[in-house]
């Protein structure tokens, strides 16, 4: 099973976000960067099918040279390869991301090992687009099911689960090969084994010059949301607080009678 | 004209589809031009898309009926594309609208911005949408023949109905749907786990954070959940510690809620967790630290260790 | 939020484990009305306390740094929070083998149980540990872990239950006003609040923080990586956070240990990540706190293998996961020492920065007593914000020497180590000459002072054996033969010293008289031209300096100190200048040049520049005069501090080069050399049994121990007279003695010479104690030439200090024995100082 799973840096944010001086990007430096969650998710379940069933797992990026850390710590827990489809560090719009992408997915077609399976996280944590996986699919003309917390690949179908409208689940079987994005909670991802951490230094990363194609939404600025003025009142301290509470809640009418 | 993809459940609107409607109607009214709203199946939806500002009902009739079959409903979106040529479609901010959204986006090759808060039509036309879960704005301009857009949740008012509205007018159309289109489709559905309360629908949610210090100690926030008839749920720390499943993560990349009262119990309060939690209409935060970051979203607040507070409340409930 | 107080006592910035020790011990010192100010939330507000690895190894080679963390030890158990694990320090090297054996000698020093382990043994303690590629280990079993932020809440709440804190959290403050030259108060974002004393116990931020009152406080954020890997399959059973000693791996400058079920790596073996404090990111910019800044894996590649080669077991193993990994802030200062007490720039503005876990909660007490009567019982002249010159205060500098010291975290220091980088800034006038003389450069203060002169080195083959050569590496690094070959010269024909390092302040004025008699023991009221030698105490009657005064006239007096204290003592004479006026103070350091001629032929020398009477009678000891040496119009002052007929000369820095130029062209027909500090600050002194400061004089020995007592004391009343009367009254704990070194030859047959700090010990090596618990080490140790010896100074038990006692001095692991050679301070070289006196 040949597995590639699409991951992308983005700051590992924790306070209050600041923006650069320009308004265009996250002043980040003072902070660290990381796999968008999801796509954390997405390697690791990537990683569990091939030790479970064999094959190989290539993590693929869109970005800066900066990025190959990010294709690092793919590596560092179990990823086989990496593909840096390297930019200038401009943001791509996820119309030319999902085309590099699919460009990439078919240089490995023509080169005889074509994937069997394309992870993606649902959306990437920064820009929130919601929109990559399917465009892959779409162009790949391979089917796609998002949202995934559960997947299970038997017989060259893919079944996955995800969470359902109102409550429960819903099931998709897809024939490979498919296109998946997970989110998080598929599976709580490893952390890199020192030893992990040590060969992914030694592990190759081929780096591709993707072909820009911008086409939008175009940013134009950046700005964070108006903070509400916000007053709040203390019950009290400690467990004497809990009749106050209670007082509280019927009035919000939340007590069950 | 603006189209509005809409989404029902058990013959009802949907929540989100009638704020995406709302976004649609200001999108109209900024083009001086109609709302017109497309459905899968769905005719008892006539009055209630109709209260909500949309002239025409457009619906789909497919044989797979209600089923959901994405690829399928993105083929009837696309064919009323072609056939109304809208000015702009408009989707809601649930899981099918966005992804409707994205496969018609793909097969027409059009940009598509996601979880707008703000559109402005003109020449291009300006949106302002969601990044990081909100927690950022992103100003953009998107171009194209036809805009594609989806109303970020709770951006736009669900209850904002059109005086002397009457149904809207019906139409149904068979799009050609292929069999490459029904590749994908739910093959099965299956029951929640526990007969508890879902945690996006409860009215009360008693979530629960590092503070609560172990995967024990969770008895006593499901106590008082249960107690108030609420679910659990919990902040990203917990669900990497592995105390609790990651269905009940609130927050950036878990679940979005909106009940009546949300309890933070030893929740500080970070962004990523504040984003799923924020639309609650009222937030009681239990923390020992009076200035931690939580406390600037509490409309309530009590002062103290949450394994002394959380069963006194329990307590004082049982009583009354 | 409620807003601050208006007005406190004190009022201390900072609520790390430092500002809470500071709080609660202030309390404990009698203040009231205390407010702790802290920019971020409570019980973790961010700075480095919240990510420290919070674990106590005990022993260091300072005798100040080892109190403070033996006390701190002590508060920490007493709070209930600490966990008592052991600790490994484990060497990979030869020379790190050499290394433990030092440490152990520091430890048995300052009485702290210490023993050097096999691998085997090591490997018995720390089941993980793969003992192949070690050669010993330096174990300690009372290295110990604590819970750093629940002391401080613990101390917070003991401070509160005695109504004398009130504490401000999520306040930051904003500004620091000062008046004349004094704290007036503290300015918030909840308000403002007026106090008459401050403490900035900011750590990482404490130079911002301190500049906000005009005050500096050089020290430098800098990164120090750890990660922490889990779940560690061997620790899934431990109750509580650590069960296995801590290790730590010198040789790669990195420390394992147990923290629950993980285990966390830390290093201070990168490279030197400096950041300014005003780059450090606020709370709300921080992803995890402002000092747990994102980790930089470049950095600790290596460090990776290294410690994967050390713990195979647990690193190697792939379902152990680096669960976190920190580039975490802590402050670094040029010297590697604390920066506390009072700022020179601003009175009440205190410094409490630069402090690691392992030492706060002492350092807080110190400091604390410190603030109350000015008496710390630990003597911090290591640590004191006094020392710094302007220059140490620049960026500049504090980049160089913190880059430069980082590394030696867990290095091998050499006691005389010289630093590299930033060199040559207080330069001597005569610098061209002790450079065209081969001079070797140690630092002082910034001065470059030669050590020895290369130009000597012909002396060494004159004097053959009598230069004791060395041949050992350890103490022949950072010295010379030819320091011997200088003092031997010295004694038998005349040698130059420059002195340009001394620092020197004018006293002047109506009060001048009686302000001095307060502040020192000996009597200052003499005739015109009388130069006295006194001791300074404390209340408490410990020594705080010891120097030398001239009177220059009824109303000025010249004081002459050593460049290494000079700015403390500066402070100390500063502070205690009266109020009405009637006496002030002006710094001539950087305006007087000073050299001393010494030697039987120093008269002859100096005579042949000048026609003034220099003969004994018209010019005894212990008088000073204004002499014409050559153009030069020069201060001479007859007094010796290497037991030779001579004078130390001043005269205005610019004219300096002139004098010596004077005096060496006079003392050619004499056989004139020129000296280095070495003569002047180890083999001269020692031979005469003269003690210095920092070494046999501190606070925690007095003059009656140290030798010192004058017969009478003066009536005048002064500081620590009271005292110091006490002291006289009761037989001493210990006696400072002169020990010489019976034979130096190791079991391998090489010859070994002290340095000096080694244990003193009984022949069969238990330790001596005195009545108060104290042990006995070497205080000073070295060369002497004239008598043939390698000495030792040490304060030993009464029982033991009595001439022709043997003892024993433990040296790198081995014991050599010495002989009580002088108890007190009758010189050892001629003990009748007629060389001096003719």
């Known amino acids: ?22 308004e265009r990007a996250i002043d980040t430096r003072h902070l660290g960067f990381t796999v968008s969650p999801h796509e954390e998710c997405a390697v690791e379940e990537a990683v569990r099918i091939v030790e479970a069933g064999g094959g190989s797992v290539t993590a693929v990026t869109l970005g800066p040279e900066v990025a190959t850390e990010q294709l690092r710590d793919a590596m560092a827990i179990g990823a086989d390869r990496a593909v840096l489809l390297e930019t200038d560090g401009r943001e791509w719009d996820p119309m030319e991301t999902a085309a590099a992408i699919v460009d990439a997915v078919q240089a490995q077609a023509a080169a005889g090992t074509p994937y069997d399976l394309l992870l993606f996280g649902n959306e990437a944590a920064d820009t929130g687009d919601y929109q990559v996986p399917i465009r892959v699919a779409v162009a790949l003309d391979l089917p796609w099911v998002t949202g995934v917390k559960a997947l299970e690949l038997r017989d060259g179908v893919a079944v996955a689960r995800r969470e359902a409208v109102g409550g429960g689940w819903e099931e998709f079987e897809l024939p490979l090969p498919a296109v998946v994005a997970v989110k998080e909670g598929i599976n709580l991802p490893r952390y890199p084994s020192l030893p992990g951490r040590l060969r992914a230094n030694k592990k190759p990363i081929d780096r591709v010059a993707p072909t820009a194609r911008p086409s939008g939404p175009t940013m134009s600025r950046l700005r964070l949301p108006r903070e509400e003025a916000h007053e709040v009142e203390i019950l009290g301290r400690g467990a004497d607080a809990a009749p106050r509470v209670v007082e509280v809640m019927r009035t919000l009418g939340v007590v069950r009678s | 004209m603006i189209l509005a993809f809409v989404e029902h459940a058990d013959g009802q609107l949907d929540r989100l589809s009638a704020e995406s409607l709302a976004l649609a109607r200001r999108l109209g009214a900024a083009v001086k031009t109609g709302v017109e709203a497309v459905a899968i199946g769905g005719e008892s939806l006539a009055a209630a898309v109709g209260r909500h500002g949309a002239d025409v009902l457009h619906l789909a009739q497919l044989d797979d009926g209600d089923a959901y079959v994405p690829d399928a409903w993105a083929a009837a979106v696309g064919d009323r594309i072609g056939a109304l040529g809208p000015e702009a479609v408009v989707a809601p901010g649930s899981v099918r609208g966005l992804e409707v959204l994205a496969v018609v986006a793909a097969r027409l090759g059009l940009p598509l911005a996601a979880n707008c808060i703000d559109v402005h039509p003109g020449d291009p036309w300006s949106v302002t949408r969601q990044r990081w879960a909100g927690s950022l704005l992103e100003e953009a301009t998107l171009e194209g ?7 970020a949740p709770h951006a736009f008012p669900a209850d904002e109905m059109v005086a002397g509205a009457t149904d809207a007018r019906i139409e149904p159309f068979a799009p050609t749907i292929g069999e490459r289109e029904r590749r994908v489709r739910v093959a099965r559905r299956l029951a929640p786990e526990t007969g508890g309360v879902s945690l996006t629908d409860a009215r009360v949610v008693v979530g629960g954070g590092r503070g609560v210090g172990s995967a024990e100690g969770f008895a006593m926030i499901e106590e008082l959940a249960g107690l108030l008839g609420g679910a659990v749920g919990v902040s990203r720390a917990v669900t990497s510690a592995g105390w609790r499943p990651h269905t009940e993560q609130v927050g950036q990349t878990g679940a979005r809620i909106a009940p009546d009262l949300y309890i933070a119990c030893g929740i500080s309060g970070a962004i990523q967790h504040i984003v799923g939690c924020k639309a609650a209409k009222t937030i009681l935060a239990i923390n020992t630290d009076p200035d931690a970051p939580i406390m600037a979203q509490a409309d309530y607040a009590v002062i103290g260790d949450l394994r002394e507070v959380v069963p006194a409340i329990a307590a004082a409930l049982r009583r009354s | 939020m409620s807003a601050v107080p208006t007005h406190a006592r004190v009022v201390v910035i900072g609520a790390g484990i430092v500002g809470n020790s500071m709080a609660w011990h202030l309390a404990r010192c009698g203040w009231r009305d205390i407010v702790l100010v802290e920019k971020g939330t409570l019980p973790s507000p961010g700075g480095s306390t919240g990510h420290a690895s919070n674990f106590i190894f005990l022993t260091d080679h300072s005798k100040e740094m080892t109190a403070l963390t033996l006390d701190s030890l002590v508060q920490y158990e007493e709070l209930g929070v600490a966990t008592v694990s052991g600790g490994l320090e484990v060497a990979r090297t030869d020379e790190r083998v050499e290394e433990l054996k030092r440490r152990l000698g520091s430890s048995k020093s300052w009485g702290i149980e210490s023993e050097i382990v096999t691998p085997a043994r090591a490997r018995e303690l720390v089941p993980y540990l793969d003992d192949s590629i070690i050669q010993s280990a330096f174990y300690t079993p009372g290295v110990a872990v604590v819970d750093s932020l629940r002391a401080g809440t613990l101390m917070r ?19 620091l006003d000062v008046e004349n030259g004094r704290i007036r108060g503290v300015r918030t974002d909840k308000g403002n609040i007026a106090a008459e004393t401050v403490v ?18 050089p020290l430098t954020p800098a990164v120090h990586q750890m990660i922490s890997v889990g779940p560690v399959p061997l620790f899934a059973d431990t109750v509580g956070e650590i069960k296995f000693p801590i290790v730590r791996d010198m040789d790669t400058n990195m420390y394992e240990r147990q923290h629950g079920g993980d285990l966390e790596v830390g290093s201070y073996a990168h490279r030197a990540i400096l950041m300014d404090a005003d780059d450090i990111p606020s709370i709300a910019q921080s992803a995890l706190s402002p000092t747990e800044l994102p980790f930089t894996r470049e950095d600790f590649d290596v460090q990776m293998e290294q410690a994967l080669e050390l713990m195979p077991d647990i690193l190697g193993d792939e379902t152990v996961g680096i669960r976190h990994a920190i580039n975490g802030l802590l402050s670094l200062t ?9 700022t020179p720039e601003v009175a009440g503005l205190w410094s409490a920065a630069a402090i690691w876990i392992k030492e706060a909660p002492g350092i807080a007490k110190m400091v604390a007593e410190w603030m109350t009567d000015g008496t710390p019982e630990i003597d911090p002249h290591g640590s004191d914000i006094a020392r710094f010159y302007d220059h140490h205060r620049t960026s500049t500098h504090i980049a160089a020497r913190t880059t430069e010291g980082y590394n030696k975290t867990y290095g091998i220091v050499h006691p005389m180590e010289q630093w590299a980088s930033n060199r040559n800034i207080r330069l001597s006038p005569v610098n061209v000459r002790q450079r065209a003389l081969g001079a070797v450069f140690f630092e002082a203060a910034g001065w470059e002072r030669p050590f020895w002169y290369g130009a000597n080195e012909h002396l060494v083959y004159e004097y053959g054996e009598r230069v004791m050569p060395r041949v050992a590496e350890w103490e022949s690094r950072w010295w010379s033969p030819i320091i011997n070959a200088e003092h031997l010269a010295m004694r038998e024909r005349v040698a130059m010293i420059d002195l340009a390092a001394f620092a020197i302040f004018d006293v002047t004025g109506p009060g001048a008289c009686a302000y001095l008699q307060r502040l020192v023991v000996s009597q200052v009221d003499v005739p015109v031209g009388r130069v006295i030698y006194t001791p300074l105490l404390n209340e408490r009657g410990g020594i705080v300096a010891d120097l030398t005064i001239i009177r220059l006239a009824s109303d ?29 103070l002006h710094d001539q350091t950087s305006g007087m040049y000073t050299v001393g001629v010494w030697g039987p032929r120093a008269r002859d020398l100096v005579q042949a520049t000048t026609s003034a009477d220099l003969s004994n009678e018209a010019f005894p000891f212990g008088t000073a005069r204004v002499v014409d ?7 001479m002052s007859r007094i010796s501090y290497v037991g030779e007929l001579g004078w130390e000369i001043y005269a205005p820095m610019e004219q300096g080069l002139r004098l010596w130029d004077t005096l060496w062209d006079a003392g050619a027909a004499h056989g004139v050399i020129a000296a280095g500090i070495g003569v002047y600050a180890t083999t001269g002194r020692l031979e005469k049994g003269y003690r210095a400061h920092g070494n046999e004089l501190e606070l925690d020995f007095n003059l009656v121990e140290a030798g010192m007592a004058r017969p009478r004391v003066k009536d005048a009343d002064f500081i620590g007279r009271a005292a110091y009367l006490e002291q006289r009254s009761k037989p001493p704990a210990a006696i400072l003695s002169t020990l010489t070194l019976d034979d130096q030859d190791s079991p391998a047959g090489v010859a070994r010479y002290m340095l000096g700090r080694e244990p003193i010990t009984h022949l069969d090596g238990r330790p001596l104690v005195d009545a108060k618990g104290r042990r006995s ?60 006196r003719n």
Not at chain 2, 145 to 151: E, N, R, T, W
Not at chain 3, 798 to 824: N, S
């Open chain 1, 1 to 22: 099973m040949e597995i590639l799973v699409a991951i992308k840096r983005v700051p590992a944010t924790g306070g209050r976000i600041v923006l650069t001086a320009d």
């Open chain 2, 145 to 151: 023949p036809v805009k594609l857009l989806s109303a």
């Open chain 3, 157 to 175: 709440e003991k401070a509160q239950q005695m109504g004398a804190l009130t504490i401000a959290a999520a306040t930051e403050v904003t500004g």
């Open chain 3, 200 to 217: 900035v116990a900011c750590g990482v931020w404490s130079p911002r923080i301190a500049r906000m009152a005009g005050a500096s406080i």
């Open chain 3, 334 to 342: 040029p010297d590697g020492m604390p920066i506390l007490g009072e």
């Open chain 3, 556 to 584: 000025r007096f010249r004081v002459v100190t050593g460049g290494g204290m000079g700015m403390r003592d500066r402070k100390w004479f500063t502070d205690h200048l009266p109020e009405d006026g009637t006496a002030s």
């Open chain 3, 629 to 635: 040496v050559g153009s030069v119009r020069a201060l």
């Open chain 3, 777 to 836: 080490y070497a205080t000073s140790a070295g060369s002497g030439p004239s008598v043939g010896r390698h000495l030792l100074m040490s304060y030993l038990p009464p029982e033991d200090a009595v001439e022709g006692t043997k003892l024993a001095v433990e040296y790198f692991g081995q014991r050599y024995p010495v002989t009580v050679a002088v108890v007190g301070s009758r010189p050892l070289f001629d003990p009748d100082n007629e060389r001096i």
